[in-house]
């Protein structure tokens, strides 16, 4: 099932709230709670934004969310097929690699037309999970992240519930 704001569907208006034209690169992190959006680099003709989320969850459920099938499924989009080792096949609304995959730590995928996307976990002090997050595309607009990892942060929250 495909979420109605499916951050990789193009005809889905990017997230209201954020800016129209990319910040610059030495914008600091702003904290807006679990989800700190941080600035938007710009490398020739690609965009880099970047993100950090919170979680008081340990790392193997925040993994579970970002790195699997069924987490995916969860609040971003069905990934299927998805085969989770480094070069293992991954469709996100288009056909793409696993590019970066160190288990519980980074997952990476890169889908043609849609750019690259990197989940990079750290351990939070006591239990909790750090995710720093990053967008490469050609795209000078948003696709929403913001309300992606609201999502996010609900489907961690509900693992096991």
Do not use: C, N
């Not at 970047?50 to 609040?75: C, I, M, N």
């Amino acid at each position: 099932m495909t979420h109605p704001l499916d951050p990789l569907d193009p005809a889905h208006p990017a997230d209201p709230a954020s800016p129209a034209s990319p910040a610059s690169p030495t914008d600091p992190i702003s904290p807006t709670g679990p989800i700190e959006k941080g600035p938007v680099e710009t490398r020739g003709d690609t965009y880099v934004r970047h993100y950090r989320l919170s979680f008081p969850q340990p790392v193997d459920k925040v993994w579970a969310a970002v790195a699997t099938s069924e987490g995916l499924r969860a609040w971003l989009a069905v990934a299927e097929p998805f085969e989770p080792r480094l070069g293992g096949a991954v469709g996100l609304q288009g056909e793409g690699r696993i590019t970066a995959w160190d288990v519980e730590r980074v997952a990476e995928y890169t889908v043609e037309g849609r750019g690259r996307v990197r989940f990079h976990l750290e351990p939070a002090h006591p239990t909790g999970t750090t995710v720093r997050f990053t967008h490469e595309s050609h795209d000078a607009t948003d696709p929403g992240w913001h309300a992606r990892f609201e999502r996010l942060v609900r489907a961690v929250a509900d693992q096991g519930r």
